[in-house]
Antibody, heavy 114, light 110 residues
Framework: QVQLVESGGGVVQPGGSLRLSCAAS????????MHWVRQAPGKGLEWVAF????????YYADSVKGRFTISRDNSKNTLYLQMNSLRAEDTAVYYC???????WGQGTLVTVSS | QAVVTQEPSLTVSPGGTLTLTCGSS?????????PYWFQQKPGQAPKTLIY???NKHSWTPARFSGSLLRGKAALTLSGAQPEDEAEYYC??????????FGGGTKLTVL
């Protein structure tokens, strides 16, 4: 069965960095593009980034462009999100999601606070 | 960046029917936006109900259906059940390079 397991969340100070990982199993990871979606506490969903199946293209929401980088290692069936210059408004649960948004991980919480 | 709009809250009686809508600030929603609909209950990850306007997953209850209605994407719930009380989000794709969620509709079954 399809499984997506995020890790790497935690508490970080404003201006700091964090790298999230998403371990995929149960499907041919290298055949699928992948998304990151986040949800701030008590708020709605926000699409963050997408990477094509082969890593050839990346797309970002304006709110994270220039600060976040999505990447993948198909040999390890793993998706990443490198987050730099973190702000309080980046505090959220971060989900990795397989297109067409059918499978979601359980999420990992990132808290940006001093 | 486009803004996607949904009704903030709606109420339906058990057994009743209602339609949630999803509009785009850029104009009419079309099949080219590949509209998605998600259901999220407290403490849970979202669950996809509808993709590509009207396609259902194997887990989507038959009482949910998706369509385009007067320039918007629409999610119709026919025969509401108490367990349908949840937050519902739509998602639109813009040229396959940008995806934007609506603000969500809090559905109460009462």
């Amino acid at each position: 069965q399809v499984q997506l397991v995020e890790s790497g969340g935690g508490v970080v100070q404003p201006g700091g960095s964090l790298r999230l990982s998403c371990a995929a199993s149960g499907f041919t990871f290298s055949s699928y593009g992948m998304h990151w979606v986040r949800q701030a506490p008590g708020k709605g969903l926000e699409w963050v980034a997408f990477i094509r199946f082969d890593g050839s293209y990346e797309y970002y929401a304006d709110s994270v462009k220039g600060r976040f980088t999505i990447s993948r290692d198909n040999s390890k069936n793993t998706l990443y999100l490198q987050m730099n210059s973190l702000r309080a408004e980046d505090t959220a649960v971060y989900y990795c999601v397989r297109p067409p948004f059918d499978y979601w991980g359980q999420g990992t919480l990132v808290t940006v606070s001093s | 960046q486009a803004v996607v709009t949904q009704e903030p809250s709606l109420t339906v009686s058990p057994g009743g029917t209602l339609t949630l809508t999803c509009g785009s600030s850029t104009g009419a929603v079309t099949s080219g936006h590949y509209p998605y609909w998600f259901q999220q209950k407290p403490g849970q990850a979202p669950k996809t109900l509808i993709y590509d306007t009207s396609n259902k997953h194997s887990w989507t209850p038959a009482r949910f259906s998706g369509s385009l209605l007067r320039g918007k994407a629409a999610l119709t719930l026919s025969g509401a059940q108490p367990e349908d009380e949840a937050e519902y989000y739509c998602l639109l794709s813009y040229s396959g390079a940008l995806w934007v969620f609506g603000g969500g509709t809090k559905l109460t079954v009462l």
